[in-house]
């Protein structure tokens, strides 16, 4: 199994991104042909601080052709533009592969 | 759910960090009481470059309360200081809720 990881920074306007993000963005992002599980996870700090990163989201996908297959299709092409739409400045990717638990 | 993040640079010694990552401190983390799930994952390039981390370990607890109180058990602090002895300077820790998937 390997991931594309992508990290998003702290939005400016957090109500503006929350409502794109989970209420359009991840709809679209679900869509993608070869995609096996999406994990959205909101970063905290233990102390009460502000984390350095707001998000992150893990795609899961059967091996690294399905994953790069995907990214061929239109509908991860609709969710790649859909997010440089929104969030161009705010994400990083980086691609991992499972290798324990 | 929530996880502990352990993201690990790139060892000097690839070697002897992943014999002991893999062989010894793995089964001791796993015994961290509360600990529902590990999932260990090895970053790669898409196009063949080093990537800017080597590892990363995700660490699932059910909530923030079970993951505060496993830090206080021996089998927790056993791990912790296994971690210290052969990768303190390469790791570094962020928490996260998951919230979608």
């Known amino acids: 199994m390997v991931k594309m990881i992508a990290l998003y920074k702290h939005p400016e306007d ?5 409502q794109h993000y989970f209420g359009r963005h991840l709809e679209l992002n679900g869509k993608t042909p070869g995609l096996i599980r999406t994990e959205v996870s909101k970063f905290f700090d233990l102390r009460g601080g502000t984390p350095e990163h ?6 899961y996908f ?4 399905t994953l790069k297959a995907s990214f061929k299709t239109p509908e991860s092409q609709a969710a790649g533009a859909d997010l440089q739409s929104f969030a161009g400045g705010l994400v990083s990717f980086s691609f991992a592969e499972v290798v324990a638990g």
Request: net charge negative.
């Open 62 to 65: 059967e091996n690294l052709d």
């Open 14 to 18: 957090l109500d503006a991104f929350t």
């Open 54 to 59: 707001y998000l992150m989201c893990e795609m």
